[in-house]
């Protein structure tokens, strides 16, 4: 599965922004997909994950309630829609693909990276 993330850019405190990422293969639908960021100097970090059936989805505290994550198997999408923005949302946000066969759900591994979309919060 080869990934590529795209929608980043430069939004104000409190506005929105909808990330997308691009999945080749025609196995899209069997994994699950998630987003993760790295902000400058810090570790990447979990976002959100949506299942390959799109029945469940997970999220970090630090975004519940702002984000939502979606997918379409039928475009291979993936989307991360992020409202209520704030300044510590500013980093490179990466999606992913993996798979929970050797541990339960929301636990993946995640197996393909894409390339990472900026995303920057002005105050």
């Known amino acids: 599965v080869q990934l590529q993330a795209s929608g980043g850019g430069l939004v104000q405190a409190g506005g929105s922004l909808r990330l997308s990422c691009a999945a080749s293969?025609?196995?899209?639908?069997?994994?699950?997909m998630g987003w993760f960021r790295q902000a400058p100097g810090k570790e990447r970090e979990f976002v959100a994950a949506i299942r390959w059936d799109v029945v469940s989805t997970y999220y970090s505290d630090s975004v519940k309630g702002r984000f939502i994550v979606s997918r379409d198997n039928a475009k291979n999408m993936v989307l991360l829609q992020m409202n209520s923005l704030k300044p510590e949302d500013t980093a490179v946000y990466y999606c992913?693909?993996?798979?929970?066969?050797?541990?339960?759900?929301?636990?993946?591994?995640?197996?393909?990276w894409g390339q990472g979309t900026l995303v920057t919060v002005s105050s």
């Open positions: 293969g025609r196995t899209f639908s069997r994994y699950n």
């Open positions: 992913a693909a993996g798979n929970s066969r050797s541990r339960p759900w929301p636990k993946v591994d995640w197996a393909y």
